[in-house]
């Protein structure tokens, strides 16, 4: 798989023919995305479409952590310069798109805490998988910012207005067994078996018909592509809200190891 050998954030290979499997590879710091592999995670997938020898796509992790989300390098750059807000907001939008617009099945089996741009692709997913022990978590307001890397526009979709607000405006965290039930996964599974049941469904969809199966995902998609004027609102907000009071303090917090008070940061801006 020398062709995806550029990937530092996780590693490409190919298990089996036509299972093409990306594993979050960074298990010493919870597989957190720094400024590179936030953008590899929005570029692969255009490399994907266009390779023949991929008829399924399997995304995991290394050890139990799924994805802690964006480092706290990437977050401080975000807080600290109008270029690297431009930057996010073109992959935030790329990493939705491109994988709205590939068209090869993708699977995600999510372990342990979820979180950020990888639970984004997680979800994103055509069909998403959990441990039953998985936590899952939207954690933006948490840190001072609108949840925009893509809540609106696929959080309604699967679970509902009610749900999507509750969870994503209190920033509350989910079991997979809670995601399963309230409809934000297609399916949980018992820890030991995650793995070899999402290797199971990709190797389901990377032997089925693949023009059919690929045309479903295309139009099924579609829900979703007409949810993209609310995408860019989100997400422009969400990048707004890089420059405003309540993000340092949220930075704050977690590095403290602390609860945030944003009422204190309201009266200091």
Not at 28 to 46: E, P, Q, R, S
Not at 150 to 169: E, V
Not at 240 to 246: K, M, Q, S
């Amino acid at each position: 798989m020398n062709e995806y050998s550029h990937y530092s954030a996780f590693r490409v290979d190919m298990p089996e023919p036509g299972i093409l499997t990306i594993t979050f590879d960074r298990p010493d710091c919870m597989n957190t995305l720094d400024k590179v592999g936030h953008a590899d995670l929005a570029n692969i997938w255009k490399q994907i479409h266009t390779d023949d020898s991929v008829r399924a796509v399997l995304l995991k992790a290394e050890g139990r952590v799924f994805s802690a989300g964006g480092d706290f390098t990437l977050v401080q750059e975000l807080i600290d310069t109008y270029e690297a807000r431009v930057r996010m907001w073109r992959e935030g939008r790329e990493l939705v798109h491109n994988m709205l617009d590939c068209e090869k099945p993708i699977v995600s089996a999510i372990n342990g805490p979820a979180a950020g741009a990888g639970l984004a692709a997680a979800l994103m997913a055509d069909v998403s998988i959990a441990a039953r022990t998985a936590r899952i978590v939207d954690g933006h307001t948490r840190l001072g910012v609108a949840a925009g890397d893509h809540a609106a526009i696929i959080w309604p979709l699967l679970c509902g207005m009610a749900k999507a607000k509750y969870y994503l405006m209190l920033c509350e965290p989910m079991s997979g067994e809670e995601a399963e039930r309230i409809g934000l996964v297609s399916l949980v599974v018992d820890d030991e078996q995650l793995e070899e049941k999402a290797l199971e469904v990709a190797r389901r969809l990377a032997n089925g018909a693949p023009t059919a199966t690929r045309f479903t995902k295309h139009a099924l998609n579609n829900w979703m592509r007409s949810a993209g004027p609310s995408f860019d609102a989100s997400l422009a907000l969400e990048l707004l809200g890089f420059t405003g009071p309540e993000v340092r303090e949220g930075l704050a917090s977690f590095k403290e190891k602390r609860q945030p008070d944003f009422n204190r940061s309201k009266n200091s801006s």
